[in-house]
């Protein structure tokens, strides 16, 4: 059984940077895509970013700029750097990862706090 385990929420004041890591753990064949979305109270969990394992990039027009994904495959992990943090990215962060022959897998989530 794989599993994908987040690391590096928390709280931070406004203005502040936060990296969050992801590692899949289990047997793994390959993984695709991996990438992170987020999800306030009442709201749809919403897109951050992916990456393709060659390394393509996409983001949510609006964080463009401020976060970075980037992973190891060797590794199997996904990172989010995210810097110039506002009060409204204030969500639980979940890491996402296309198994081969698996499909979808998800993190169980990670808090992140941004303090004004």
């Known amino acids: 059984q794989v599993q994908l385990v987040e690391s590096g929420g928390g709280l931070v004041q406004a203005g502040g940077s936060l990296r969050l890591s992801c590692a899949a753990t289990?047997?793994?064949?390959?993984?695709?895509?991996m990438g992170w979305y987020r999800q306030v109270p009442g709201k749809q969990r919403a897109l951050v970013a992916t990456?393709?394992?060659?390394?393509?990039?996409n983001y949510a027009d609006s964080l463009k700029g401020r976060f970075t994904i980037s992973r190891d495959n060797a590794k199997n992990t996904v990172y989010l750097q995210m810097s110039s943090l506002q009060p409204e990215d204030t969500a639980v962060y979940y890491c996402?990862?296309?198994?081969?022959?698996?499909?979808?897998?998800w993190g169980q989530g990670t808090q992140v706090t941004v303090s004004s």
């Open positions: 289990g047997i793994i064949y390959r993984i695709h895509d």
């Open positions: 990456i393709t394992s060659g390394g393509s990039t």
């Open positions: 996402y990862a296309k198994l081969a022959w698996l499909g979808d897998s």
